[in-house]
């Protein structure tokens, strides 16, 4: 009898990490290993516009490509253009890019959107929207959160040392764009951190602190470093996350000495007091992860923080197949010392559409995943539903497959919900993107746009 022995279908094999060589990039030919390591060198070199990229990448990519850009930037991008050197860095990592395969890199997709890639026909969801998770509307004091009963986020800046195409937060983060004018912080930081600070001590509910932004990275180390020993003197806090991409978008300003040590205070108050500080960072792509990035990570476990783990966000032409997924899941547990947490859903932003996946991907992906990591590395596919929060994605109570709406409930009130009695009974709607519906669903939908007017 022949035996046929079929393929799995995702085959793993580790692969080791590796740092892209910056100097196959035209601009960067001359820049030296220190250069290169260095935090400072790398903010000053960031690129900030076409001109900038222009001069990095040169005649590697043709005119086509910088004027897709430019009109981007002028007519859709809800996010200003800020990538460190690093990030660039990973686009294409193992040649030189030309024109072809710079536009189809996965990381190039969300860091650096431009017009041809946005969806001609519903570049955003009807019912999309600035702040689609209302965090806004749930501040309780200037920059804190609070949706979930014991948990709340405090954003302590709106500014990150690079910008994601995709941000949830585009209505916060960053610098204005021509499509989006930001709202902004009005307070000093002091006293924001100060009315932060007054809440949480008068919330002894609140266990729960994220940390965030924008990008702690771009908190000045004396400032966060004291904002987090007021959260580690409140004794009703007991876990403590910091949120920064910049753990893999510029590792170098973790490896500073200066951060390092002011980590490994706050990390042995921490562990004193019995509080779990953990660093949560977000990693779409299996490419952004270098040695740089690994070191970052293990720098930052070896003083003393308890757990480094990844929000990823799921995209279109980024990482939505169960291949790049377990890739890049992998990477982070195998090779860098990042737990697979959770991949998102894209929100429903604006000129969001061509990277949203419908919940019914979703489903699949999180089915197709299953059973070749670690239980505890494998990360759960979330949505987080407009004024629920995150669910798992299999937790859908009613699914419109035509339409494309799921329906979600929820277990708890967030802040703003005090006084209404009905909200544990109501199904909240979440929508998939059109283009990935039904043809009649599709028509539906139009029809439903030409009568909004
Ligand atoms: S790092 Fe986070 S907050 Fe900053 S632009 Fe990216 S997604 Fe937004």
Redesign the pocket.
Known sequence: MTEHRLAQPYAYRRQELVEPDWTRLPGWRGVTREQWESAQWQRVNCVKNVRQLRAVLGSCVDERFYADLADDQERLAT?SMLLPPQMINTMVPHAVPDTESFYADPVRRYMLPVASDRHPVWPSHPYASRDSLHEHDMWVAEGLTHRYPTKVLAELLST?P???G????MDL??NSTPAVDKLKLSLKPVDRYDAMITYLKAHPGVRDVVV????VANVPWRNLESFLMRLLDIGTIRDIRL?T?ALA?LPQHWLQPDVVEGLERVARTAARRGVNLAIHT?VNHVQSLTPLVARATQTALEVGVRDVRNQGVLMRGVNASAAELLDLCFALQGEAGILPYYFYMCDMIPNAEHWRVAVWQAQQLQHDIMGYLPGYATPRIVCDVPFVGKRWVHMVTEYDRERGISYWTKNYRTSIEADDAEVLERRYPYHDPIDTLPETGQRWWQKEAVAAG
Request: charged fraction near 15%; include cysteine; charge should be positive.
């Open positions: 996010m990150c690079q910008y994601c995709h941000c949830t937060r983060v960053g965030s932004g924008g990008d949120a991409k978008g977000h």
